[in-house]
């Protein structure tokens, strides 16, 4: 075994550890199941990176993102540490080779999905390897309590199972300790050493603003910021509307959303993490690996379902360590509609019951079948079909997935993965050979550029609008393409494919799982009734309110938050050089009263007059008859 020190500065040529980290490590190397609890940023990826290296053998990493996998076996790649990940769309014989690969290559990092875990061949192969640790990435996605819940994260148990003697790391940045105790015992970890660092962050300044033009605010805000920004907003719509209006107010930026291709989503994160554009408008589906350490201000216009997803999205914010701003805007009907979208809308037993009928009326399912049925789901026309309340019914049928009596895939519109199979020149011969595959798929080539990458999300609407050819006779071209083995698909024409897991018993099969179902609706409410308290609680320090929602029972004022602004005016000399520095700035781009300096900053009035004052007082501002400062 080498010392850890030595593999830390020969790998990644740092000279000390970051809190936490060495006493998760040396836990790991002990032998023992340990739990590394550390905020976004805090370095979790090293904490089971520097023990599999100082072991013999192979550590088998689950984690939830391909984007993220792809990051880390690349930086691991580029260290010249021997890495690999089994991600979806890879054809049988190729999965072969990679776990042959695993086997007899002295590989030091085999990264998978939970979903792959279910494969016999993956579970046979992993037998054979000298397993040296099984890491757990995001390990708070087993709890059914949390936000990221992913059922498929229940397979890692197989692990156990296969190497019983084996140490299990889980990584979390989340965890009330309500998930952390679910995420330990789901994980069947034994008496697992649980380290958890402080998830104060000290550099990062929460604010919260009632404001009835929050667009505006946002704007003044934005203006006066020199890094990156992350605007989350309520849906994928609004994405696209906040991203334009601000694009037209002067401010660059750009919009995420679940519903976009994955290929534009890596194109667009590559443009915000470059600077192309500086502000990125997102829904939530923004956010795990995400890890842009110049972000300057990560702004809500809306207000967050749980303190939870908050406190991540938020902590997007100066990774890097400098100062940072987290800004929640709300007003009065946004307290509302945060009720009516997430606590009115909750499905209760009675209405699951009638949800879980019609849903097995409408696939025509007969009393004690369908266990297993696969079928193409019309969302929409189903909920005009028996007149249903869509977010009822869209939260009903979350529901019935989230408790396994359904399985539901969403892929709005008609998308289909394609992934190529074969080399470029090959594919290029394969179509002089037919006109009509041709035309399809050099389209696709076209449109889809970096398609012989990955697997990727195709819009078939728009080949049909491209090539002036029917529906038909695309989806006919690709599977011909896929009999020739050129191509592998996923084809989906519907809104989502639904399969059924359990036989229909109707109302007994909702009651075996009422007890969860109000469990959960109660854990719901208690979120969002959090996020009010502290919206509306101006009285503790912001921070202080998040991290003891965390379990944290010590913490300090953190001086910098919008409450404690108000109450203690008393900045610290960092923050008063902050606050110079930006008046100064902003004064830059001409004359300003103290209204329009206040506006553009997040800071308390009270800071910003007496500011005003010690920068005339030292001769760099002036004042002119317009009550207007000016730099001098
Ligand atoms: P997390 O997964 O906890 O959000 P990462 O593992 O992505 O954090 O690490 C965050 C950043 O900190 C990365 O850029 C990483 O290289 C860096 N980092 C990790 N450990 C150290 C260390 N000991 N010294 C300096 N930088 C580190």
Same mark, same amino acid.
């Given at each position: 075994?080498?010392?850890?020190?030595?593999?830390?500065?020969?790998?990644?040529?740092?000279?000390?550890?970051?809190?936490?980290?060495?006493?998760?490590?040396?836990?790991?190397?002990?032998?023992?199941?340990?739990?590394?609890?550390?905020?976004?940023?805090?370095?979790?990826?090293?904490?089971?990176?520097? %023990?599999?290296?100082?072991?013999?053998?192979?550590?088998?990493?689950?984690?939830?993102?391909?984007?993220?996998?792809?990051?880390?076996?690349?930086?691991?790649?580029?260290?010249?540490? !021997?890495?690999?990940?089994?991600?979806?769309?890879?054809?049988?014989? /190729?999965?072969?080779?990679?776990?042959?690969?695993?086997?007899?290559?002295?590989? !030091?990092?085999?990264?998978?999905? %939970?979903?792959?875990?279910?494969?016999?061949?993956?579970?046979?192969?992993?037998?054979?390897?000298?397993?040296?640790?099984?890491?757990?990435? $995001?390990?708070?996605?087993?709890?059914?309590?949390?936000?990221?819940?992913?059922?498929?994260? !229940?397979? &890692?148990?197989?692990?156990?199972? *296969?190497?019983?003697?084996?140490?299990? *790391?889980?990584?979390?940045?989340?965890?009330? =300790?309500?998930?952390? $105790?679910?995420?330990?015992?789901?994980?069947?970890?034994?008496?697992?050493?649980?380290? !958890?660092?402080?998830?104060?962050?000290?550099?990062? #300044?929460?604010?919260?603003?009632?404001?009835?033009?929050?667009?505006?605010?946002?704007?003044?805000?934005?203006?006066?910021?020199?890094?990156?920004?992350?605007?989350?907003?309520?849906?994928?719509?609004?994405?696209?509307?906040?991203?334009?209006?601000?694009?037209?107010?002067?401010?660059?930026?750009?919009?995420?959303?679940?519903?976009?291709?994955?290929?534009?989503?890596?194109?667009?994160?590559?443009?915000?993490?470059?600077?192309?554009?500086?502000?990125?408008?997102?829904?939530?589906?923004?956010?795990?690996?995400?890890?842009?350490?110049?972000?300057?201000?990560?702004?809500?216009?809306?207000? =967050?379902?749980?303190?939870?997803?908050?406190?991540?999205?938020?902590?997007?914010?100066?990774?890097?360590?400098?100062?940072?701003?987290?800004?929640?805007?709300?007003?009065?009907?946004?307290?509302?509609?945060?009720?009516?979208?997430?606590?009115? #809308?909750? =499905? #209760?037993?009675?209405?699951?019951?009638?949800?879980?009928?019609?849903?097995?009326?409408?696939?025509?399912? =007969?009393?004690?079948?369908?266990?297993?049925?696969?079928?193409?789901?019309?969302?929409?026309?189903?909920?005009?079909?028996?007149?249903?309340?869509?977010?009822?019914?869209?939260?009903?049928?979350?529901?019935?997935?989230?408790?396994?009596?359904?399985?539901?895939?969403? /892929?709005?519109?008609?998308?289909?993965?394609?992934?190529?199979?074969?080399?470029?020149?090959?594919?290029?011969?394969?179509?002089?050979?037919?006109?009509?595959?041709?035309?399809?798929?050099?389209?696709?080539?076209?449109?889809?550029?970096?398609?012989?990458?990955?697997?990727?999300?195709?819009?078939?609407?728009?080949?049909?609008?491209?090539?002036?050819?029917?529906?038909?006779?695309?989806?006919?071209?690709?599977?011909?393409?896929?009999?020739?083995?050129?191509?592998?698909?996923?084809?989906?024409?519907?809104?989502?494919?639904?399969?059924?897991?359990?036989?229909?018993?109707?109302?007994?099969?909702?009651?075996? &799982?009422?007890?969860?179902? $109000?469990?959960?609706?109660?854990?719901?409410?208690?979120? @969002?009734?959090?996020?009010?308290?502290?919206?509306?609680?101006?009285?503790?320090?912001?921070? @202080?309110?998040?991290?003891?929602?965390?379990?944290?029972?010590?913490?300090?004022?953190?001086?910098?938050?919008?409450?404690?602004?108000?109450?203690?005016?008393?900045?610290?000399?960092?923050?008063?050089?902050?606050?110079?520095?930006?008046?100064?700035?902003?004064?830059?781009?001409?004359?300003?009263?103290?209204?329009?300096?206040?506006?553009?900053?997040?800071?308390?009035?009270?800071?910003?007059?007496?500011?005003?004052?010690?920068?005339?007082?030292?001769?760099?501002?002036?004042?002119?008859?317009?009550?207007?400062?000016?730099?001098?």
């Amino acid at each position: 075994m080498t010392n850890v020190r030595d593999i830390l500065t020969k790998y990644w040529g740092y000279t000390s550890f970051k809190p936490m980290q060495e006493e998760i490590i040396n836990s790991v190397l002990n032998g023992k199941d340990t739990v590394a609890l550390l905020p976004t940023g805090g370095g979790k990826s090293l904490c089971f990176q520097v %023990p599999a290296l100082a072991m013999e053998g192979i550590c088998i990493v689950v984690s939830p993102l391909v984007a993220l996998m792809g990051d880390q076996v690349n930086a691991l790649k580029e260290r010249g540490i !021997k890495a690999l990940k089994l991600t979806g769309g890879i054809s049988f014989d /190729e999965l072969n080779t990679l776990l042959d690969n695993a086997l007899y290559g002295n590989y !030091k990092f085999l990264y998978l999905s %939970p979903e792959r875990l279910q494969q016999e061949i993956v579970q046979n192969y992993i037998k054979q390897m000298n397993v040296n640790l099984i890491a757990v990435d $995001e390990a708070h996605c087993i709890s059914q309590w949390g936000n990221d819940f992913r059922p498929a994260y !229940k397979n &890692i148990t197989l692990l156990r199972e *296969i190497h019983p003697l084996i140490p299990v *790391i889980a990584l979390t940045a989340t965890a009330t =300790p309500e998930v952390l $105790e679910d995420t330990i015992s789901e994980l069947k970890m034994e008496l697992p050493a649980v380290f !958890k660092n402080s998830f104060v962050r000290e550099n990062l #300044s929460y604010q919260v603003f009632k404001e009835e033009d929050k667009l505006y605010k946002a704007e003044q805000l934005l203006k006066t910021n020199k890094g990156s920004a992350i605007v989350y907003v309520r849906n994928r719509k609004s994405t696209i509307e906040i991203s334009e209006q601000l694009n037209s107010l002067g401010i660059s930026a750009t919009f995420f959303h679940g519903g976009i291709s994955a290929k534009e989503k890596a194109q667009k994160l590559q443009s915000w993490r470059s600077g192309t554009f500086s502000t990125m408008v997102a829904t939530n589906a923004f956010g795990m690996g995400i890890d842009h350490p110049n972000v300057r201000f990560v702004i809500h216009l809306q207000i =967050p379902e749980s303190l939870e997803s908050y406190f991540q999205e938020a902590g997007r914010a100066g990774r890097d360590g400098d100062f940072a701003t987290a800004v929640l805007l709300y007003n009065e009907y946004d307290k509302i509609y945060v009720k009516q979208q997430f606590v009115e #809308s909750l =499905p #209760s037993t009675s209405e699951l019951k009638k949800i879980y009928r019609t849903l097995n009326n409408y696939f025509q399912i =007969p009393y004690g079948e369908g266990e297993f049925t696969k079928h193409n789901f019309g969302f929409s026309e189903f909920c005009k079909k028996y007149n249903l309340n869509t977010l009822l019914a869209y939260n009903a049928l979350n529901s019935l997935d989230r408790l396994a009596i359904i399985q539901l895939s969403q /892929e709005f519109g008609r998308k289909s993965i394609v992934q190529f199979l074969i080399s470029s020149e090959e594919v290029l011969q394969y179509f002089e050979k037919d006109l009509t595959a041709s035309v399809i798929g050099k389209t696709i080539l076209r449109i889809y550029g970096g398609i012989f990458e990955m697997p990727t999300s195709v819009n078939l609407d728009l080949i049909v609008s491209k090539t002036g050819q029917s529906i038909e006779t695309v989806i006919a071209v690709l599977r011909k393409m896929e009999r020739d083995q050129v191509v592998e698909m996923m084809l989906q024409i519907t809104d989502a494919t639904l399969t059924f897991l359990v036989p229909r018993e109707d109302d007994k099969t909702i009651n075996v &799982i009422s007890r969860e179902v $109000e469990a959960l609706n109660r854990k719901k409410i208690a979120q @969002v009734n959090s996020v009010l308290s502290y919206i509306e609680n101006t009285k503790t320090c912001r921070s @202080v309110q998040l991290v003891s929602y965390f379990g944290e029972k010590i913490a300090r004022k953190c001086g910098i938050c919008s409450v404690c602004r108000t109450q203690n005016s008393k900045l610290s000399n960092r923050e008063m050089q902050h606050l110079a520095t930006k008046i100064l700035a902003l004064l830059e781009g001409g004359d300003l009263s103290s209204r329009e300096i206040s506006e553009k900053l997040t800071f308390a009035e009270t800071d910003i007059l007496k500011m005003l004052r010690l920068l005339m007082d030292a001769d760099k501002l002036k004042i002119n008859p317009k009550n207007q400062y000016y730099l001098n």
